[in-house]
């Protein structure tokens, strides 16, 4: 009945606890936090759900109450690393499905190359072959990432579900047009 219905979870400071996965709670799970007192009702779907002694319209984005610190540092993750690199290879600069991108060492195991945010990059089938034998570099140096560097990728890849409300708050610090 409600299934089209998510929530987007919003942190205490309203910015989305996770873009990818962009966070959502489904509509039940999206009341019982609300009931319980852990989140607070930013925003509503015109629906409403009923039980014998209340009515509530079904919320369509819900913030923590308290605020919870993102991680330090960024998880070493072959998604992340591809997020870093915006999907695109890093020899020939072609952006690519996810499945199509390979994890490279740009330095290579075999010559003490280490599986690190500083030696791994994205790279697609062909030029990850083609590498070794005509000394390719990549486009840019690999780098370890900031939760920020990671969220301004992220907002290059909107999710497929977003209801046109939740624009507001995914890119609220985004740039205004002039």
Request: charged share 20%; proline share 8%.
């Amino acid at each position: 009945m409600f299934a089209a219905n998510p929530a987007l979870v919003l942190n205490a400071d309203f910015m989305p606890l996770s873009y990818f996965p962009l966070s959502l709670f489904n509509w039940e799970d999206a009341i019982k936090a609300v009931v319980k007192g852990s989140h607070v009702v930013v925003a509503e779907y015109d629906q409403v759900v009923r039980s014998p002694s209340t009515t509530m319209r079904l919320p369509l984005a819900i913030a923590l109450r308290e605020y919870v610190r993102p991680p330090a540092r960024v998880a070493f993750t072959r998604f992340n690393v591809f997020l870093r690199d915006r999907f695109r290879c890093q020899y020939c600069g072609d952006q690519h499905l996810r499945g199509a991108l390979t994890f490279d060492h740009v330095v290579p195991r075999v010559d003490g190359g280490q599986t690190c945010w500083s030696n791994i990059v994205a790279a697609c089938e062909p030029c990850n072959t083609r590498k070794g034998r005509f000394r390719m570099k990549p486009l840019r140096a690999p780098f370890e990432p900031t939760q920020h560097d990671l969220m301004a990728s992220q907002r290059l890849f909107p999710p497929n579900f977003m209801h046109e409300t939740w624009l507001d708050f995914l890119y609220w610090d985004a740039e205004l047009e002039r």
